[in-house]
């Protein structure tokens, strides 16, 4: 979890700047659930609206734990595929300059 990010933030709202929630990202929730670690009611604090409105969005936006290990193990998968796609052509790029 990331606090410095979530303390700086915590510091810009002590000093006058306001964070809408409605007007946030689905990007930006993406952010602040799954890479920054953030829990629901770290981002209700910052952006003042109560923890069920932020559990509400990232269940209508789809973005909850379930669908992270999901999507990791998807991106993994693929990166695998990707490995032996380049190791092949490798493997059929010298056996054509030894010919």
Known sequence: ????????????????EVFDF???SDKQLMELYWIQGWSDRMIAEIYDC????VVHKRNRKNITYKNISVQLSE???????AERVRQL???KESTHQEN
């Open 75 to 81: 991106r993994l998968e693929l990166s695998h595929q």
């Open 22 to 24: 409605r007007k946030i």
């Open 89 to 91: 052509f490798q493997q």
């Open 50 to 53: 109560s923890v069920s409105n």
């Open 1 to 16: 979890m990331s606090l410095w990010f979530y303390d700086e933030l915590k510091k810009r709202k002590q000093e006058g």
